[in-house]
């Protein structure tokens, strides 16, 4: 296992820093059930499917899988996104509930980010798999993984990928930027 100590650069790395008047953020959650998405493709060939569904306040979601990978993004032009692009090197599956980062800045909430559960297999053994939450920074055009954090290796995983969340994302430049792995990351990790 790989140790990544990056919390408390999380903002300097971003090139932001925290003020007394920073920004507050809260959390919504939405169920992703795949039954209740609109089927965009199919192969039988190759067992590629995609869907459309909805998620925050409606917002467009795009998932996909292929070769036992899953594939999510968000937003209006969501299959062109970088997260569309973007999964773990593992098989993987996702969990069905995700996780909003809302900025409550104003009159009404807007989703800078989401963390989802990414359910691994191991890569020498398939029952020594990861649980990694995927914190995924949403925007026209910026839409990406940003940070990644093992739920079984860090006792405060999902304090991590909120903290990642609030402070990442909006600042991370998707084209250049690879996602960063916080606390300890399991073998596979690069």
Not at 78 to 87: G, H, I, K, L, S
Not at 100 to 124: C, E, N, S, Y
Request: proline content about 5%.
């Amino acid at each position: 296992m790989r140790k990544f100590f990056l919390i408390p650069a999380l903002a300097l790395a971003a090139g932001t820093a925290i003020a007394a008047d920073a920004p507050s953020f809260d959390s919504a959650y939405t169920d992703l059930d795949l039954e209740k998405c609109e089927n965009i493709y199919a192969d039988e060939e190759t067992g590629s499917v995609a869907w459309r569904c909805k998620g925050y306040e409606g917002m467009n979601m795009y998932v996909a899988e292929g070769d036992l990978r899953m594939f999510v993004s968000y937003g209006d032009d969501a299959e062109n996104e970088f997260a569309a692009t973007r999964t773990l090197p593992p098989f993987n599956s996702v969990n069905n509930k995700l996780e909003w980062r809302l900025d409550m800045r104003g009159a009404k909430p807007v989703p800078v980010a989401t963390i989802l559960r990414f359910f691994t297999a191991g890569i020498d053994d398939p029952e020594k798999g990861s649980e990694v939450l995927v914190v995924t920074q949403l925007g026209l055009g910026k839409t990406c993984h940003i940070a990644y954090v093992d739920a079984k290796l860090n006792a405060n995983a999902n304090v991590m990928a909120r903290e990642a969340a609030d402070n990442l994302a909006g600042n991370v430049d998707c084209a250049t930027t690879e996602p960063v792995w916080l606390g300890t990351a399991p073998d596979w990790a690069q």
